[in-house]
């Protein structure tokens, strides 16, 4: 997370913070919720069963319940499976291209024909 930078179109320092980001249940652990909350960072991360039974045993220690809103979490899905549809195009899967400019030129081709069969 440290290393994201999003160059801004109007110039100026780039972006270094999402809006918001979506994970699933492997990410759900109380360091990284801290760290995104630290940041400042949204976030859609459900809780896994374990640890939503740990919470409730612990009663009122045991904090909030996470914010989950599963409409969010949905959209998760869809780009997972754009990016499984881009990797069933072999040139994409095993970046044959040495230049990062060329691959970026596949994926893009790539992406264009998925969304003209789509």
Do not use: C
Request: aromatic share 8%.
């Amino acid at each position: 997370m440290e290393r994201i930078r999003v160059v801004r179109l109007g110039g100026g320092h780039p972006r270094t913070r999402p809006d918001h980001l979506g994970g699933d249940k492997a990410y759900s652990s109380r360091r990284n919720r801290r760290y995104l909350r630290r940041r400042q960072i949204k976030h859609t991360i459900p809780e896994p069963g374990n640890q939503r039974a740990n919470r409730k045993r612990r009663g009122s220690r045991g904090g909030r319940p996470t914010g989950f809103d599963k409409t969010i979490y949905k959209r998760r899905n869809e780009v997972e499976r754009t990016i499984n549809a881009l990797k069933n195009f072999r040139a994409v899967a095993t970046r044959f291209d040495k230049r990062a400019y060329v691959f970026q030129g596949t994926v893009t081709v790539v992406a264009i024909r998925l969304w003209l069969q789509g």
